[in-house]
């Protein structure tokens, strides 16, 4: 079988074919996926293959606090409590450029096209940069972030500090659009709905919020006994899935603001520690995290399809791709790659070398030997 077209080339495929033709040879040829885990106390960031790590990635001088692919997964992204955001070839692991920041850099996002990024700090202000040169194109006039999401078309940037306020921003001008801060605590956690025009965030102060991403008015306010860090967007926007520090799940109708469903006593470890992700493509699944196991659970039904459990081992992070067909989840000792319609283990690799905090998962290309994930054939593919 020939090998099919490195991620590479589909970047370059952008200046000359439809953007929709794009789109889908991007979903159907990188069929394989990267997984990274980031080691703050080591400063390094380190790419798995099939069989162990394959790739470290050192450049940072301080702890690593954040990592994610670009979306075609031949780039990738990293930010420290240095004070720099690098972003890296994932192919060769050199760093492709360094961006520097006079404090930590807390958050960071790329664009859903893989243009532009824009970086966070403790003390100075987010920037948007260009993804090629890193040079910088606009600066967002905020400080004291905690978090920071792009919305789906790339015009428009959402912040959300501690304090409560949640910002949105013109991406090509650096204008605020509205502010909303009716949270009465930490915003813990921000999600965006697909169509761009509806967010909903967790805080501290056991609310979750629904607002419209143009006008910041509210929504929805969805009362919880404590305070919600996870949520998640499901079936194409139409409900929002909340966790609390309860152990409890809660299903809300995203349109009229009620509780469709609730899932209680997630945990019996630290309640804290219960998460939740929608599964990409599937939008009728949820993956919730706790110490002791992932679930993948039908958000309609309520009803647990699949437990992965790694006995002995604690769970510390899970991650789900855009497509939802794999989970990759981390461990104290282990890192291991599930399938999403079976539940089976597709691989399972040691790292108790170096304490790993986090985990992320990226595309890879066609029938990479390395990835992880189902392959297809060539024949399948489409033609150009």
Known sequence: ARPGPPCDVLRRMRASLPEDM??????????????????????????????????LLRGHSLGVTGFVFFPLGDRA???????????????????????????????????????????????????????AYGSPLVTLPV????????????????TFAPRGAVAVWDAATGAKRCEQGSHGGTVLVARVFPD???????????RAIVWDASTCLIRHALPHTCRVPGVAVV??????????????????????????RVDPGQSTWRMDSVRVEALGARHDLIVSTTLE???????TSGAVLHRMVE??????????????????????HNISVWDVASGAKLESMAHSRLQSTDIAVGLGSVLDPDGFGPGVSWKDLPEM
């Open 235 to 260: 079936g194409h926007g139409s409900a929002v899935v909340t966790t609390s520090i309860s152990g409890g799940l809660y299903t809300w109708n995203a349109s009229t603001g009620l509780p469709l």
């Open 293 to 299: 196991e992932v679930r993948v659970m039908n958000v």
């Open 196 to 206: 761009g025009e509806t967010v909903v965030t967790g805080g501290s102060d056991s």
């Open 77 to 131: 992204l990293s930010w420290s409590t240095d004070g720099r955001a690098i972003i890296w070839d994932v192919a060769t692991g050199g760093a492709f450029r360094q961006l520097h920041h006079w404090s930590p850099v807390v958050c960071a996002r790329v664009f859903p096209r893989g243009d532009r990024i824009v970086t966070c700090s403790e003390a100075d202000a987010c920037v948007i940069r260009d993804a």
């Open 311 to 332: 006995t002995p081992d604690i769970t510390v992070a899970a991650c789900v791709p855009p497509a939802g067909d794999i989970i990759a989840t981390l461990g104290v």
């Open 143 to 158: 400080w004291d972030v905690r978090g920071v999401e792009v919305l789906p078309r790339g015009d428009r940037v959402l």
């Open 22 to 55: 794009v789109r889908r040879v991007a979903e159907l040829a990188p069929v394989r996926y990267r997984v990274a885990t980031l080691s703050p106390s080591a400063a390094t960031v380190t790419l798995w293959g099939r069989g162990g790590a394959r790739r």
